[in-house]
């Protein structure tokens, strides 16, 4: 069975504290995703990967950064968290670029509070 | 980017009753998904469907790429089908990403 599994299920941060957000795939996937979600906005791109070491940016990715060391982990980095970082936070995991119709797939979710 | 619209934003139905929620985009695809987000937040996967018509027990959707816009169906619909089901789309000069709609919230009463 397809698994995209986030470390955590609720996370509370305080201001200023650096932040790491994990996500593995099972499915030797070599696209990744981080999406955050909030409410009346919808899901946005913070960072993808394609490819181990490769890093693209999404549409929101002032604040975050990403590693992808391993093909099967994509981690998402708050530097320096901070309050509108209080968010739900969503990895996807997707099939190889030679194969580029293929179907995502997404982790539990983590819900991070900033206070 | 693309631009996905989805409508409605919100249906409120009755037990038992059949839906259709639709899906707009903006430019061709060759990857379209249909995602129902459950209570804890999870996104499921409902459809994989780029084009053509599929079935699954009481949910089909259709994609008709040509004319850019996908359709979801519930029939008869149940309490457990409460949530916000999502449409994503994708192409092939876009890395993998999916682009997604803002959602339709769907509420179910007994």
């Known amino acids: 069975d397809v698994k995209v599994t986030q470390s955590s299920r609720y996370l509370v941060k305080r201001t200023g504290e650096k932040v790491f957000l994990e996500c593995v795939q099972d499915m030797d996937h070599e696209n990744m995703f981080w999406y955050r979600q909030d409410p009346g906005l919808g899901l946005r791109l913070i960072y993808f990967s394609y490819d181990v070491k490769m890093k693209e940016k999404g549409d929101i990715p002032e604040g975050y950064s990403v590693s992808r060391e391993k093909k099967e982990r994509f981690s998402l980095i708050l530097e320096s968290a901070s309050t509108n970082q209080t968010s739900m936070y969503l990895c996807?995991?997707?099939?190889?670029?030679?194969?580029?119709?293929?179907?995502?797939?997404f982790g539990q979710g983590t819900r991070l509070t900033v206070v | 980017g693309i631009q996905v619209e989805q409508s409605p934003p919100d249906l409120i139905l009755q037990e038992g009753a059949n839906s259709t929620l639709r899906c707009n985009f903006s430019?061709?695809?060759?990857?379209l998904q249909w995602f129902h987000q459950n209570p804890w937040g999870q996104l499921i996967n409902l459809f994989y469907i780029p084009s053509g018509t599929k079935q699954n027990g009481r949910l089909s959707a259709t994609t008709v790429a040509t004319e850019r816009y996908s359709l979801l169906y519930i029939s008869s619909s149940q309490t457990t089908d409460s949530g916000v089901y999502f449409c994503a789309v994708g192409r092939g000069s876009t890395l993998g990403r999916l682009y997604f709609g803002r959602g339709t919230q769907l509420t179910v009463w007994p």
């Open positions: 430019d061709s695809v060759n990857n």
């Open positions: 996807a995991s997707k099939g190889d670029r030679g194969r580029i119709n293929t179907e995502a797939f």
